[in-house]
């Protein structure tokens, strides 16, 4: 394990009292715990976006405050819908973004996870999809966004305006950050999307759950799913070597409190299974055990060794000081079992291709 971080699914509720933020102070506690977790050594801090809830949901303000309170780790989300975004806009925010906090970004996009507003991208004015979970707007708005923030200019100079000599008459979008593409992620829920996101020269962020029963385990699909990315990237020609997340809910019970918590987890080493916006899904277990049983199991776990970069969940609701804890007890007792050091530099950077 080359690097890990936490993702945050950014949960508030209405603020009357511990456990249930409001949005404002589940904000600011959200870059504490990135305050707390750059000063362990944790590699990164990523959040989840979500619209119509009581959930982050614009990522950019958060992640620009939080980079500029950091100094190592990168700041990124796992994963902005793309069906709810203006490409070009978004391309304007990434690249400044990246620009302020000397390339420590890691954003993970995708079509997104089912949200409770029933086609709620049509209501931020993105209509004309043909698909009932809005795929083809996703991909749409990648395909535009990638272009932008790659340098491919994306309006014409309007010479009623004047011409500069020398100015070309096609204009990018500015501001522009070479090489923020690959600092990019797409969030694949099947083996299928992983290929796809291969050809289009992204970062590789393997869901949270994956939309495919197969009668294997969550972690041997997943492996197989990361297999087929690498396979499809080499073939591809890409000139760079590309990383890999994947993402856990685990807790090293080194405290009363955690035995409180997650004693009832213990010992739950099923994957789920079920329905998510009408397709068959896979479930990763959570992992709540003390260090050692922790570093067993999760030294078997194909995914996590086939990957470079492992995403713990973390309970965010539960304030700064908790939250800190799970991080430094993973840093502390697992992680460095299973080939992790802290981060002193700044971000990984491309995980080898064999």
């Given at each position: ?267 739950d080493d099923q994957d789920h299974y079920g329905i998510i916006d009408g397709l068959h899904s896979t479930f990763g277990r959570t992992y709540a055990a003390e260090p050692d049983v922790l ?60």
């Amino acid at each position: 394990m080359k690097a890990f971080g936490f993702l945050s699914f950014g949960h508030y509720g209405h603020g009357r009292g511990p456990g249930d933020p409001d949005a404002g102070q589940a904000l600011k506690d959200a870059v504490e715990i990135a305050v707390g977790a750059d000063e362990i050594g944790v590699n990164g801090a990523y959040w989840r976006v979500h619209h119509f809830a009581r959930q982050a949901a614009s990522p950019f303000p958060l992640l620009a405050a939080a980079g500029a309170r950091t100094s190592r780790i990168e700041v990124g989300t796992g994963v902005i819908d793309m069906r709810y975004e203006n490409p070009l806009y978004m391309a304007e925010e990434v690249a400044a973004l990246d620009l302020l906090t000397d390339q420590r970004i890691a954003i993970g996009i995708s079509r997104g996870s089912p949200e409770q507003a029933k086609r709620g991208w049509e209501a931020f004015g993105y209509t004309g999809t043909k698909d009932p979970r809005g795929a083809d707007i996703a991909r749409a708005h990648a395909a535009r966004f990638l272009e932008a923030v790659r340098g491919i200019p994306q309006a014409e100079l309007d010479p009623r305006n004047g011409v500069i000599p020398g100015e070309p008459l096609r204009l990018r979008v500015e501001p522009h950050s070479p090489g923020v593409d690959r600092r990019l992620w797409w969030g694949a829920a099947t083996r299928e999307t992983a290929e796809w996101t291969a050809r289009q020269g992204l970062n590789l962020m393997s869901s949270t759950l994956l939309t495919e029963v197969t009668g294997k385990s969550f972690s041997d699909l997943q492996a197989e799913q990361i297999q087929r990315y690498r396979e499809a990237w080499k073939q591809a020609g890409h000139d760079w070597s590309p990383r890999v997340s994947v993402s856990r809910s685990i807790f090293p019970i080194v405290s009363q409190a955690d035995e409180q918590l997650f004693a009832l987890r213990a010992g739950d080493d099923q994957d789920h299974y079920g329905i998510i916006d009408g397709l068959h899904s896979t479930f990763g277990r959570t992992y709540a055990a003390e260090p050692d049983v922790l570093i067993e199991e999760l030294s078997k776990d194909e995914a996590i060794k086939a990957a470079d970069t492992l995403m713990l969940t973390i309970p965010s609701q539960l304030g700064v000081d908790y939250n800190v804890h799970v991080l430094q007890a993973f840093a502390e007792h697992v992680a460095p079992a299973l080939g992790w050091k802290p981060n002193t530099e700044g971000p990984v950077t491309g995980y080898p291709v064999d």
